[in-house]
């Protein structure tokens, strides 16, 4: 290939992406235009993207209507919950199931394709049974418990994945150097596989996060109920949102995935070759 073609293809590429983030960002800047309009610029019929006359009072309203932290706090605990129980259960069971090749490992990596295409609606009824005998119904660690199971299959996924990626021969190097399994799986394997981790915790807390459905239907008492249920209040009987504030509300909701992703994401790859020198 010519350089010159190695360019154009490069170029392409660029431009790929940057229509990409173009058609991501789009909804979400509406979302924040719409946040800072006062009522009139709402109803206009020449909508503009930036507000002529911005404003915070959708954002008082909005706290001033709905309990807006107290929601956050109860979606926050179950899915920060949910996140550490994934991973915990996920990380050793996915380094078996890499590692270890043979019909657990087959009969593993099947119930995870299998169970992710299982719809919400199927299992909600013998789902809530469950819980109903169990008596986790309207409870944050009935849904904390649900919220794990629904991201245990891809968090295994995700983290087998990770481990395949990490070569044999760094772990059959340390055990050379005389290092027991243990040490080897805190000292090599874990250091490269925290990139993995972080990852797939992110994933299972963003995930809890914006569910909405099991939340809904498991959850009755108001003082109980996430942010996206919560969210739903702005509509009223007929159907009609009460735009601005539950445009401030969303926006408010979003950013703690993006403030946790753009934390964290610095340090995805800190600990990418850690493991790989010997101390």
Known sequence: MSPRTSGSVRAGQYLALLCYLVFLALPFLWLLS????????????????????????NFRQAFEEQP????????????LAAALIAVVIATPLAYVMARRRGRLAAAATGWVVISQAFPFVLVIIPLFLVLKNLRLINSLTGLVMVYAVWALPFALWMLSG??????????????????GRLRTLVSVTGPLLAPGIVATALFAFITAWN????????????????????????????GVADLGPLA????????PS??????????????????????
């Not at 807006?68 to 899915?79: I, K, M, Q, V």
């Not at 990490?166 to 340390?174: D, K, R, S, T, Y």
């Not at 401030?248 to 950013?255: E, Q, R």
């Not at 610095?266 to 990418?272: A, D, H, L, P, V």
């Open 34 to 57: 719409t946040a800072f309009k006062p009522a009139r610029e709402l109803g206009s019929l020449h909508p503009t993207w930036i507000p002529r006359d911005p404003t915070l009072g």
């Open 258 to 279: 993006l403030v946790l992703f753009a934390v964290i994401q610095r340090r995805i790859t800190g600990g990418m070759l850690a493991g790989a020198v010997k101390s």
């Open 162 to 179: 990770y481990v395949r990626a990490l070569p044999v021969e760094l772990e059959e190097a340390a055990a050379v150097d005389g290092a």
């Open 211 to 238: 569910e909405f459905f099991f939340a809904l239907v498991l959850l009755k008492s108001p003082e109980k109920q996430t942010l996206p249920v919560v969210l739903t209040h702005f509509l009223g009987a007929e």
């Open 248 to 255: 401030a509300a969303a926006f408010l909701a979003t950013l």
């Open 68 to 79: 807006l932290l107290r929601a956050a706090g109860n979606s926050l605990t179950a899915a």
